[in-house]
């Protein structure tokens, strides 16, 4: 599809859920009304019923007409959620397609500068690759999708699983959609899966074989003792025994269970929604082998999770003092609710993690699919072992396809290292760019904005950004240094890279710039790496005549015509022969003219 379509494709689903959000509400309103009709019903024929005494039998009948009446406005209000959700989704899709997609998570939390290429290919933050693909709503999923884009794949088949799954996915927007939507229902905190985690390790509050029995025998007896006592009152000491008993034996346990439930308080609402989700993907028809065994998983862990999310709202109770103490006094709750969670941890405790990795999985699979389905004209990379970049119409996949200029790379053993110079804003840092998301993107299973692209798995390290510290007490220049090492050192591990280079060593004086980055360049040579370097600095292009089967001048050009400057932001062979600095000074009226 083209942005167009694509934004009306995403606008028609918008309205469509707009219609089912309104009949949902004018639902939930009729329902409303129906349960105070009913509540007022109640209430009269009560009343009446002191005078006539056989409407007492009556009176069942609007309670359980009550009940059945919360129950639907219960599923109808959740119904109301995920309609809005999916309206939500479907407008930041749209906007997205026009070039807006603030309403997007941006991945803030993730921005790492000295990360070897995530800060200087704005792979985090505001605008950036995280922001534009992410669909991912649980908090692991965020985190997994971050990952991803800064730890790549490992291997060739891993990739090639990956864009299968995605493909299916790119097919299926109801599923997508229906996910991501269930996904932001529940807000989690940070500290959700750590607590969650924490309780699964935590020492078991009832480790002696004699509380099965105990909870199995006491909250009956202590029950019948109320009953009989009420007909008999001889035995109400024996009933008040029981009831201390219980309270007494409680009390013994209560810093326990209080520490207990201290993990897991309120974590009902978060596990429902793990439940749902996993709910999701077990019922979802998939035919990739990815999706299926995680098909198959979700299957067996929903029930589980859903059980583990009830079981908690059981113990949740206790936070209700009427609550806690009339089914406390009768039935030993407290307990009854941690014996039946140890028990649940015995059996799966071990698989919990797990299963939240599963849906981060899906989401990151889900995110790269939507991100397919908005770009069926880009293309899934070719994965090979030669070291050596190829692409055709290789653009930048942020830049709308309007405005984007694709250019071709071959980067290989006849071509391994790049000398790009250009005039300044000519397009050179948007090139390296260009390049390194794009590997990003293919080594993370994702398709690539290009016809044609090839590349084998290699790191990636790129020095654009570099940026002075005062809390570590780093120059800016110590700062470049030190990248530059880091590079160094993994090269002499024979560790292949592909290398992006913006201005090397802008601390020091020309001459010393000079010499340093031509020494560089040579000693990159010898190691199994790919490099583009963008430079103001012609004297690096003399390198092409000492070295003219490994290294290659590629330049963007600035045509000034009457007075105005363009560019078209074509990528040349040769040398940059003009440059804009003195132009736009003049133009702009800070020197003469």
Excluded at 20 to 36: A, G, M, P, V
Excluded at 79 to 90: G, P, S
Excluded at 95 to 107: L, N, R, T, V
Excluded at 283 to 293: C, R, Y
Aim: charged share 20%; aromatic share 10%; proline share 4%.
């Amino acid at each position: 599809m083209t942005p167009s379509t694509l934004v009306e494709f995403y606008h028609q689903r918008k309205l469509n859920f707009s219609a089912y959000l309104q009949e949902t509400r004018q639902e939930i309103n009729k329902i409303s009304n129906f349960r105070l009709l009913t509540a007022a019903t109640f209430l009269i024929l009560f009343y009446f019923a002191f005078q006539n005494q056989s409407l007492f039998f009556v009176l069942p009948i609007p309670i359980v007409l009550f009940a059945w009446l919360m129950q639907r406005h219960s599923k109808a209000f959740t119904r109301k959620i995920h309609f809005e959700n999916l309206v939500a989704i479907n407008d930041g899709e749209a906007k997205a397609q026009q070039g807006d997609f603030a309403s997007f998570y941006s991945g803030q939390t993730f921005i790492d500068p000295k990360h070897a290429y995530a800060h200087d290919l704005d792979l985090f933050g505001d605008g950036s690759l995280f922001q534009y693909m992410n669909r991912a709503n649980t908090l692991a999923g965020r985190k997994q999708f971050a990952q991803r884009l800064k730890e790549p794949l490992t291997t060739a088949s891993e990739i090639q699983t990956c864009q299968r799954s995605a493909k299916e996915l790119s097919e299926k927007t109801n599923f997508r959609q229906d996910f991501q939507a269930s996904g932001m229902e529940i807000a989690e905190l940070d500290t959700d899966r750590a607590q969650l985690v924490e309780w699964l390790s935590h020492p078991k509050v009832l480790q002696s074989g004699i509380y099965r029995p105990l909870l199995m025998i006491v909250p009956p007896l202590t029950v019948l003792g109320i009953l009989v006592s009420i007909f008999f009152p001889a035995f109400q000491s024996v009933a008040i025994l029981l009831i201390l008993f219980q309270w007494g034996f409680l009390g013994f346990h209560f810093k326990k269970i209080t520490a207990f439930h201290a993990y897991i308080s309120n974590k009902k609402n978060i596990l429902e929604k793990y439940s749902v989700l996993l709910h999701q993907v077990q019922g979802e028809k998939f035919s990739s082998p990815q999706l299926l065994d995680f098909s198959k998983r979700a299957a067996e862990a929903h029930a589980h999770v859903e059980k583990l999310a009830s079981l908690v709202s059981a113990l949740d109770a206790r936070l209700n003092f009427m609550t806690s103490f009339v089914v406390n006094s009768l039935l030993l709750y407290d307990l009854q609710c941690v014996y039946r969670l140890e028990q649940w941890k015995d059996l799966h405790a071990p698989k919990l993690e797990s299963w939240i990795d599963l849906l981060a999985e899906v989401e990151v699979l889900a995110s790269i699919g939507t991100f397919s389905f908005n770009h069926s004209d880009f293309s899934n990379p070719a994965i090979h072992e030669t070291l050596e970049i190829t692409a055709t119409e290789l653009g930048h996949p942020l830049i709308r396809k309007h405005e984007r200029i694709a250019n071709p790379v071959t980067l290989t053993a006849q071509e391994q290292v790049w000398i790009v110079t250009g005039a300044n804003m000519a397009g050179k840092s948007t090139f390296l760019r260009t390049l390194g998301i794009n590997v990003v993107l293919a080594l993370m299973g994702a398709p690539v904005c290009a016809r044609d692209f090839k590349t084998p798995i290699l790191g990636l390290r790129s020095g654009m950004r570099t940026a002075d510290s005062l809390k570590d007490h780093e120059s800016y220049f110590y700062a470049e240094l030190n990248r530059l090492k880091s590079i160094i050192d993994e090269l002499r591990k024979d560790v292949p890279l592909l290398i992006l280079l913006d201005e090397i060593l802008k601390g020091t004086n020309s001459n010393d710039k000079q010499s340093g980055s031509i020494a560089l360049v040579k000693q990159l040579l010898p190691h199994p790496c790919l490099v583009v370097i963008a430079t103001h600095d012609l004297v690096l292009g003399d390198l092409e005549k000492e070295y003219p089967n490994r290294i290659k001048n590629y330049c963007f050009e600035a045509t000034i015509e009457n007075d105005q400057l363009s560019f078209d932001y074509k990528l040349k062979p040769g040398l940059a022969q003009k440059m804009n600095a003195t132009f736009l000074m003049r133009k702009m009226g800070i020197i003469p003219r």
